[in-house]
């Protein structure tokens, strides 16, 4: 059984308990809860070791949601953490590579995908695949764009690293490349998300015309028609994000 802390709002907290309750199956338990960001930390230093992962709102009354994320690295406390939010401002997601956040998922999802994280995370934790270790996960994605063709000099290799990366932790944005990766991509390098989109393509034209003919029809032949000269953008990320993730999760098991 995964026991997990969530700290969020009461009418939240509910609706994920009722929705466990409700299932014929599950090995997903909310075994603490509270909706005060000060008794959070309390439950967590009196209850560190009997629970696997943190399900975490950022809004909380006495002490935020970023204060606990805080709180966790001062204290080099190793727990994983899965943000549990509305807010899909793009400077929230930094916290996914300053802080040991493994997802950020936003309310409304389907509670299936929720409970999915949350045995995502304890697996991978157990496993001892390091996914929010950045520096890990920016080698991988490395090698497999390398692998695929993509040299590193040019400009659009960093923005699909960074944004494979994000969309990787951040399973919501696969759906919105357009509204969350670019715009976040561009903030972060300080160009326009116009700009992001040219250079992703670019780079994809360049790793389509130089890379690895049977490794490009192993990795994207089930989502991409060959037919055409090549994916798009979307397309591309979307598939090596999945690619990752399908590929660390069997490591998993």
């Known amino acids: 059984m995964i026991n ?35 008794e959070a930390i309390k439950l967590i230093k009196d209850k560190y070791d009997d629970f696997d992962c943190v399900v975490l709102s950022m809004v909380l009354p006495s002490l935020d949601g970023m204060g606990i994320l805080k709180f966790l690295k001062r204290e080099n406390l190793n727990k994983k953490v899965i943000l549990y939010t509305y807010n899909k401002n793009m400077d929230l997601l930094r916290v996914l590579t300053d802080y040991n956040v493994l997802f950020c998922l936003y309310k409304g999802i389907d509670l299936n995908i929720l409970e999915e994280r949350i045995n995502d995370a304890v697996n991978l934790e157990t496993s001892n695949v ?19 063709g993509m040299p590193s000099h040019i400009k659009g290799y960093q923005y699909i690293r960074d944004s494979i990366a994000l ?87």
């Not at 969020?8 to 907290?13: L, Y």
């Not at 326009?192 to 670019?202: D, M, N, W």
């Not at 989502?223 to 994000?241: I, Q």
């Open 130 to 148: 390091p996914i929010s270790n950045n520096r890990d996960m920016t080698k991988e994605i490395s090698k497999l764009l390398h692998d695929l």
């Open 167 to 253: 969309m990787y932790n951040n399973p919501d944005c696969l759906g919105g490349i357009t509204k969350e990766v670019y715009p976040y991509i561009a903030q972060k390098y300080n160009t326009t998300p116009s700009r992001v989109e040219r250079a992703i393509r670019h780079a994809i034209e360049v790793s389509w015309t130089r890379g690895d003919y049977d490794l490009m029809e192993e990795v994207f032949g089930h989502s991409v028609d060959f037919d055409r000269a090549k994916p798009t953008n979307s397309e591309f990320l979307a598939t090596l994000a999945d690619k990752l993730s399908v590929d660390n999760r069997h490591i998993a098991r």
């Open 4 to 38: 997990v802390l969530m700290v969020d709002e009461v009418s939240s907290i509910k609706a994920v308990k009722e929705f466990l309750t409700s299932k014929s199956s599950t090995n997903v338990n909310i075994k603490y809860s509270c909706s005060d960001g000060l």
